[in-house]
């Protein structure tokens, strides 16, 4: 199975400022298709899991172009600019380039 | 609108079988892969494995195979999870959620259905 590890655990951010969040996989996620399948969702609290970015760096509909997704390989980030209020929640990474699809453990991002 | 609702809160106990559902609309259900994501409380979510509507072929997570049982009815579009005989463990949110075709992403999301397993 593909290793999906998220850093950092949490993430306490002042309204405004940015942040960031690390995605490592145990292996390449490019498929032999040429694409690589991983993207990144959000999950407020009591919430079900929301899609933000797909294949890396692809914003999903509806998504603020605050949010931004990066990488290659083995190594991708997730990066919002300026963090709101309703940014708070848990993001995770999940890997769809083979089975079983795995997702990161997950990073909390909160308000200072 | 395209969605996915799922059946509603169950309270079982421990050795009780129990099948929930995923019911989509707004969409071609068969032509999408449908996922099942375990959430255990306070935890980080869990591929359980993937059905594809169209012709019932379905995959599993190593973790949970032969532990659930992933099948859909194509003429109601609904996906569905079972269990034969529950245990404590199984007690967490269930999520179906739709595979974007050709992104592989989960692009779609149902409202999660809660399972509490207790004597």
């Known amino acids: 199975d593909i290793v999906m590890t998220q850093t950092p655990l949490s993430s306490p951010v002042t309204l405004g400022q940015p942040a960031s969040i690390s995605c490592r996989s145990s292996?390449?996620?490019?498929?032999?298709?040429?694409?690589?399948?991983l993207s990144w969702l959000q999950q407020r609290p009591g919430q079900p899991p929301r899609l933000l970015i797909y294949?890396?760096?692809n914003r999903f509909s509806g998504v603020p172009d605050r949010f931004s997704g990066s990488g290659a390989g083995t190594d991708f980030t997730l990066k919002i600019s300026r963090v709101e209020a309703e940014d708070v929640g848990v993001y995770y990474c999940t890997q769809a380039t083979q089975f079983p699809l795995t997702f990161g453990g997950g990073t909390k991002v909160e308000i200072k | 609108e395209v969605q996915l609702v799922q059946s509603g809160a169950e309270v079982k106990k421990p050795g009780e079988s129990l099948k929930i559902s995923c019911k989509g609309s707004?969409?071609?259900?068969?032509?999408?892969?449908i996922g099942w994501v375990r959430q255990m409380p306070g935890k980080g979510l869990e591929w359980m494995g993937i059905i594809y509507p169209g012709d019932s072929d379905t995959r599993y997570s190593p973790s949970f195979q032969g532990q659930v049982t992933i099948s859909a009815d194509k003429s109601i579009s609904t996906a569905y999870l079972q269990w034969s005989s529950l245990k404590a463990s199984d007690t967490a949110m269930y999520y179906c959620?739709?595979?974007?075709?050709?992104?592989?992403?989960?692009?779609?999301w149902g409202q999660g259905t809660m399972v509490t397993v207790s004597s």
């Open positions: 707004g969409y071609s259900f068969t032509s999408y892969w």
């Open positions: 959620a739709r595979q974007w075709y050709g992104h592989n992403a989960f692009d779609i």
């Open positions: 292996q390449s996620l490019v498929h032999s298709d040429g694409n690589t399948y």
């Open positions: 294949k890396i760096s």
